[in-house]
């Protein structure tokens, strides 16, 4: 059976991340675009007509995620998805957010809601770790965004991941 210790240290971090968090705590670190309203945030992050200047970020994230090298019967792939099969980070993520402050601002669905998009963007950070000799600069500005407790939620410049950057839900600092 695949454990979590199987993978390099650097894609076990996303792994204990999703388990354990901290993900969307309060935060002043976000240095990006940054929208205070949850709930616009995840309409940005759901609207594939999203009006310009901002992208819809699924789309970016697809365009980034193409270039992960990923053959169906590399064995690094099949571990991956051995790991994700026995784990069920979604999960986890879920029950995290239905105990942490974010769930006094959303109901159950928005939670799912954001636990799957959050759960989609951080295995798409650990498979571009582990399938790439010096991962993918996309998913480590979006691993790092997660990190500073932020959500990505649209894209703001080109049409692609390289000319641009992220827009970011982040938490109000209260002083």
Request: with cysteine; charged share 30%; aromatic share 10%.
């Amino acid at each position: 059976m695949i454990s979590e210790n199987d993978f390099p240290i650097n894609v076990q971090e996303i792994f204990q991340l999703m388990k354990d968090g901290p993900l969307l705590q309060t935060t002043d670190r976000i240095s990006e675009e940054r929208i205070l309203d949850i709930h616009k945030a995840m309409y940005m992050q759901q609207d594939e007509d999203i009006k310009k200047p901002y992208r819809f970020i699924i789309d970016i994230t697809e365009d980034a995620s193409g270039e992960i090298e990923s053959p169906p019967f590399d064995e690094k792939r099949k571990k991956l998805i051995e790991l994700i099969g026995n784990i069920n980070y979604f999960d986890h993520l879920r029950e995290y957010f239905s105990k942490h402050a974010i769930s006094k601002i959303l109901d159950p669905q928005e939670i799912t809601d954001i636990s799957e998009a959050i759960y989609e963007d951080l295995i798409l950070c650990a498979k571009a770790r582990l399938m790439m000799p010096n991962s993918h600069p996309y998913f480590e500005k979006m691993l790092d965004v997660y990190i500073r407790q932020g959500f990505p939620c649209a894209w703001i410049g080109g049409k692609n991941w390289k000319k641009g950057d992220f827009v970011v839900y982040s938490r109000e600092v209260l002083v």
